[in-house]
């Protein structure tokens, strides 16, 4: 007995058909888990009792005048900082404390210190000396 062409096709496809449905309801049985990552952001922020550092770049009229304490053991809140208390930090002077103030009224509240970044001037080198004496609100 001799099948057609289309009969071979078709007792072809029938057999991929039950190989893939095999492989389909046999998958389980040997794979294994899938692997499950959890991350968690965690902000290292120094201990409460920690002061601003005066620096060395700081104006003389702005290193004498006190450190106004905040509510959070010392450290200056981006948000609600004057301009003479941004220059107390290390590495701010007048027109970086007014480029601070400028771009929050413009872009709005820092929602983390890394926010600073957004201010011209300010790059990674100059925040990894101000993170441990700023915080936001």
Known sequence: M?????????LLL?????????GWFLRGTGSAQ?????????LA?????????????VSPAAS???TVPTESGGLVDLNTAT?????TLPGIGEKRAADIIA?????????????????????E???????EYVTVS
Request: aromatic fraction near 4%; charge should be negative.
């Open 64 to 66: 004498s005048s006190p």
């Open 45 to 57: 922020l120094p201990a409460a009792s920690s002061t601003p550092k005066p620096a060395a770049s």
């Open 83 to 87: 301009a003479e208390e941004l220059m």
């Open 14 to 22: 029938a057999v991929a058909f039950g190989a893939f449905a095999a």
């Open 125 to 131: 080198g100059i925040l990894e000396g101000l993170l």
């Open 34 to 42: 899938p692997v499950r990552v959890e991350t968690r952001n965690v």
């Open 103 to 123: 771009d929050r009224e413009a872009n709005g509240p820092f929602r983390m210190p890394e926010d600073l970044t957004r201010v011209s001037g300010i790059g």
């Open 2 to 10: 001799k099948i057609s062409r289309l009969e071979l096709i078709s």
